[in-house]
């Protein structure tokens, strides 16, 4: 029998990892893809769902075409245990074994500091809307029925988190629809670094000049409680009143790297081998995208680009091929300000022989000031990742 690589979780990492295995790998391997969702929804410009340029279904797509040009074992269920000694996986409905595992999990919500978020319900007055879908959806409604002097209260966890630049995207992008059709109301941002994370200069001028007035900035705001009746965040000195409110929790590896027992970094993200994407501490479990340590920055571009190292890797093993011990890519981050102009950060990263990570080369950088060209690259650069991991 041929080899069999299982693939859990179809999102950015692993829908790419599963592609790159086939395409490369040929009738080598069998590739079973395990994700829960019938639909692929995109996080990257969901914040422009808020804004009102975009709506969800501009963002949803089909597994269909990838499945069936790539011949992959497609599996509708979620992964509940894994048995890494028998390499076996447990999923809701069936069980089976695998040769190699790549987990590609995402991120998992930590609650346990948000005292008043442990409901379905408080969660659903408090969204996060950081992963893309119903969430968003139910985040754009509420901003549309608050008041027209309303306040928008947004909190962001310390990093890392998924997405460096995406809290501040999505100021912007609220900014932008409070603009058009609320200019009384309000942002406040409770962010609980001690600076913005990402695009600093860049973010702060364009709230500024785009959004006068408007976006009130504190760093240093842990929330350390949510009071959903009462429309409040507690901070350790303060309470801050909205109408709306919008708590991004703190992040680690998604639930499948949590089973795997794979996320031994601060009991969060997962430590792996940067030339195989293979754990640490676990064999033949590979890990890819935003579960990975924090050494490389929660991004599609990145978590795509992981997916090739590692799917040619677990190729390389399995047929006994040498692995590349050099390998390269790059990360771009675009950011839209309104519905027409974005900017970017990017950087090309290069494994170090001498410290075994992936360090950024000279020459990565931000863009001057955001522009319409930008925005023009950033709608491609969607369109291609679409298209890299859905086609
Ligand atoms: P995901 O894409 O989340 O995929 C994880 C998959 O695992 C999901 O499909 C899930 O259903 C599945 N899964 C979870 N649990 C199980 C289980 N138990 N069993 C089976 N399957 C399971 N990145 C960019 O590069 N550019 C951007 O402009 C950008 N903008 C963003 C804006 C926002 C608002 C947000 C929130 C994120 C943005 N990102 C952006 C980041 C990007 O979305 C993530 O880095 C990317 O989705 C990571 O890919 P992943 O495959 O690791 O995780």
């Keep these: 029998p041929k080899p069999r690589v299982v693939v859990v979780g179809g999102g950015y990492a692993g829908a790419a990892a599963a592609k ?3 395409l490369w790998g040929g009738n080598a391997v069998d590739v079973v893809v395990v994700e829960p969702s019938s639909q692929f929804v995109s996080c990257p410009l969901s914040n422009l769902v808020l804004g009102g340029s975009k709506t969800i279904d501009d963002l949803t797509f089909s597994y269909a075409a ?13 992964v509940v245990a894994i048995d890494t000694e028998h390499k076996k996986l447990i999923l809701g409905r069936s069980d089976f074994g695998y040769d190699k595992l790549i987990l590609a999990p995402g991120v998992d919500f930590i609650y346990d500091a948000l005292p008043g978020l442990e409901s379905d319900a408080a969660r659903k007055q408090v969204p996060h809307a950081w992963k893309a879908g119903e969430q968003t959806v139910n985040l754009r409604r509420q901003l549309e ?30 900014a932008f629809y409070f603009k058009q059709h609320k200019p009384k109301a309000r942002i406040i941002v409770l962010d609980a670094n001690p600076e913005i994370v990402s695009k600093k200069a860049l973010f702060t001028k364009a709230w500024a000049d785009l959004y006068p007035g ?31 409110l919008n708590v991004i929790p703190p992040q680690r ?42 050494a490389l920055p929660k991004s599609a571009h990145m978590a795509t680009s992981q997916a090739r190292v590692c799917a040619n ?17 790059a990360n771009t981050c675009y950011s839209y300000v309104s519905d027409h ?42 369109q291609n990742i679409w298209s890299d991991v859905l086609t």
């Design 20 to 22: 790159y295995l086939k």
């Design 66 to 78: 990838l499945k069936k040009n790539h011949d992959l074992q497609w599996v509708r269920d979620s």
């Design 145 to 174: 029925s608050m008041p027209d002097d309303g306040v928008f209260v947004m909190s962001i966890p310390k990093a890392p988190y998924r997405c460096p630049p995406g809290p501040y995207e999505r100021v912007c992008q609220v």
């Design 214 to 244: 408007m976006i009130e900035y504190r760093p240093n705001s842990v929330v350390v409680e949510v009071d959903v009746a009462g429309h409040t965040l507690m901070t350790e000195f303060d309470s801050i009143k909205g109408d709306v």
């Design 253 to 294: 590896a998604g639930i499948p790297a949590q089973l795997a027992q794979a996320n031994n970094i601060d009991k969060r993200w997962c430590e792996v081998d940067f030339l195989t994407y293979e754990s640490m501490v676990v064999p033949h479990v590979h890990i890819i995208g935003d579960a990975v340590s924090a």
């Design 313 to 329: 890797a677990v190729l390389a093993a399995l047929t006994e091929q040498p692995i590349d011990t050099s390998p390269v890519f």
């Design 341 to 382: 102009m974005a900017m970017h950060v990017a950087n090309v990263y290069r494994y170090n022989q001498a410290k075994k990570i992936m360090l950024s080369a000279e020459g990565g950088g931000v863009s001057d000031a955001p522009s319409e060209l930008e925005a023009d690259y950033a709608r491609y650069w969607a």
